[in-house]
């Protein structure tokens, strides 16, 4: 099985901050790296599929990179409404898994 | 737009069998979309159950596989769970999601199932 470690697990940054979330695969997955945003009591929502394509009507301040085995997420000016758990999530050799998730609060 | 809706018991006893069926609307079942359960225990992360495609073919979290079992009804446009031997630990907020490649692009709202005597 492939792992996913993200990481941090949580952060705080204050509004119009830069913030970085990284996410590392035990293996090589190419660029099969996905990115969601979950709310509380929500489901996860797609913002970035394929490591670094942005899904229609997600905002351009949303971004990520990565191939191989680390992926980074970037929100490039944090916003009130961007609270929220972010997971990666990769697919692979039939399965499917997620990482640990990271939890983006307000300072 | 797709849409998808879980139902079943919110309550299941402890070594019973947790049944979900989710309902796929606004599109065809026989799409080529992967078919998934996602499920969420209380305060933690995503955990990938397994999916089904409409063919009848089915891929397994290897750490759940002994005990799940997914199926389509391609005449309900529904597809189904069932995981045996139930413990708390399988208390979750349980997703239906469908994949397109490799990312999940639609979502249930997901419904709350309670392992419990």
């Known amino acids: 099985d492939i792992q996913m470690t993200q990481s941090p697990s949580s952060l705080s940054a204050s509004v119009g901050d830069r913030v970085t979330i990284t996410c590392q695969a035990s293996?090589?997955?190419?660029?099969?790296l996905n990115w969601y945003q979950q709310k509380p009591g929500k489901a996860p929502k797609l913002l970035i599929y394929?490591?670094?394509n942005l899904e229609t009507g997600v905002p351009s301040r949303f971004s990520g990179s990565g191939s191989g085995t680390d992926f980074t997420f970037t929100i490039s000016s944090l916003q009130p409404e961007d609270i929220a758990t972010y997971y990666c999530q990769q697919y692979d050799n039939l399965a499917l898994t997620f990482g640990g998730g990271t939890k983006v609060e307000i300072k | 737009q797709v849409q998808l809706q879980e139902s079943g018991p919110g309550l299941v006893k402890p070594s019973g069998t947790l049944s979900l069926t989710c309902a796929v609307s606004g599109g065809s079942i026989s799409s080529s979309n992967w078919w998934s359960w996602v499920r969420q225990p209380p305060g933690k992360g995503l955990e990938w159950i397994g999916e089904?495609?409409?063919?009848?073919?089915?891929n397994y979290n290897p750490s759940l596989k002994s005990r799940v079992t997914i199926s389509v009804d391609k005449s309900k446009n529904q597809f189904s769970l069932k995981l045996s031997s139930v413990t708390a630990a399988d208390t979750a907020v349980y997703y239906c999601a469908r994949r397109w490649l490799s990312e999940i692009r639609g979502w249930g709202q997901g419904t709350l199932v309670t392992v419990s005597s």
């Open positions: 293996q090589d997955i190419s660029n099969y």
């Open positions: 089904i495609y409409h063919s009848g073919s089915t």
């Open positions: 394929d490591a670094s």
